[in-house]
């Protein structure tokens, strides 16, 4: 989809382009993962969605801190790259020194955290109050931070302590405080549309000395977003991203190992319709009204 600009990632669902003059352009793909196995099939418009909801959240959030996106326009990007496909899944950003940490928020009980919870009653070390259940609403929202995963492995959760060691106590304080803030607001803005955001993972890198929010923000596939009217404590509510998927392949005799079962229509068609369910209720917007952005370039 770009004829001039230098190949540089290729990840489960994102290429990434150098795009010149400290610039990347990072183009999101139709693939999905399960259980760090990318499906055959595509899910057609995740890549929009996930773009549409990221460059959403960085204006939004815009006042709490910076970030690299510099424009989602196909008519912006470089020569060689203004092609109609990429409209709606493609942003410019400015290229970023990433931290080596993963910087998760946690609001609630869910994945790893509960299972750390199950066995020794802590989250990351930091010891909860007796008889929480999964999915429960934790007091205050933790910072809990993970390195980041080669590729085929699993992020590892570590302590704060750890990240100070990694990237020093200044630039851990900061990406703590960032992250708790831009967690906070959008809890807060997302349970006024009826979501609950569980957690989530931000990247966070320096341009030019600042440190900015970098790659996706705020997404189905970087956080959990419940529907509020199904949470109940000791329950896991549905998501909107691809717990279809999910639940489709648990119901398989599947190793979880390669190659991915094949998806069936309908399975394809539910998680496509989470993901712009949950677009359209965060922002109150039409999606089809993003899929036009830049396709007259």
């Not at 599947?254 to 209720?281: M, Q």
């Not at 965060?282 to 036009?292: A, I, N, R, V, Y």
Request: with cysteine.
């Amino acid at each position: 989809m770009t004829s001039r600009l230098t190949h540089i990632y290729a990840g489960k669902v994102r290429e990434m382009y150098d795009a010149g003059e400290g610039r990347l352009l990072i183009v999101a793909s139709d693939r999905l993962s399960a259980f760090d196995v990318v499906m055959a099939e595509p899910v057609p418009d995740k890549g929009r969605v996930l773009t549409a909801i990221s460059a959403f959240w960085f204006e939004k959030l815009g006042h709490i801190a910076p970030n690299h996106l510099i424009s989602t326009n196909v008519a912006d990007f470089p020569d060689g790259a203004q092609n109609p496909e990429l409209a709606g899944r493609s942003m410019l950003v400015k290229r970023a020194d990433m931290l080596p940490i993963e910087c998760v928020v946690r609001g609630y009980l869910a994945g790893s955290g509960w299972k750390e919870y199950e066995e020794s009653g802590t989250l990351h070390g930091t010891v909860l109050p007796e008889g929480l259940q999964k999915s429960s609403e934790l007091s205050e929202p933790l910072f809990t931070p993970a390195t980041k995963a080669e590729d085929g492995e699993h992020d590892e959760n570590i302590t704060y302590e750890k990240a100070v060691e990694m990237v020093g106590p200044e630039v851990a304080a900061q990406a703590r405080d960032i992250s708790l803030k831009l967690y906070t607001a959008a809890r807060d803005y997302a349970a006024e549309r009826g979501i609950i955001i569980a957690d989530t993972k931000f990247e966070l890198g320096f341009v030019d000395g600042e440190l900015v929010i970098a790659d996706e923000i705020l997404t189905p596939d970087s956080s959990r977003f419940w529907p509020a009217d199904h949470w109940r404590p000791g329950e896991t509510p549905p998501s909107y991203d691809k717990q279809p998927v999910r639940d489709y392949l648990d119901g398989l005799d599947w190793d979880k190992t390669p190659p991915a079962p094949s998806l069936p229509d309908n399975v394809i068609e539910s998680t496509r319709s989470r993901y712009v369910d949950g677009y359209e209720l965060l922002t109150g917007l039409p999606f089809e009204s993003w899929k036009q952005i830049g396709s007259e370039a």
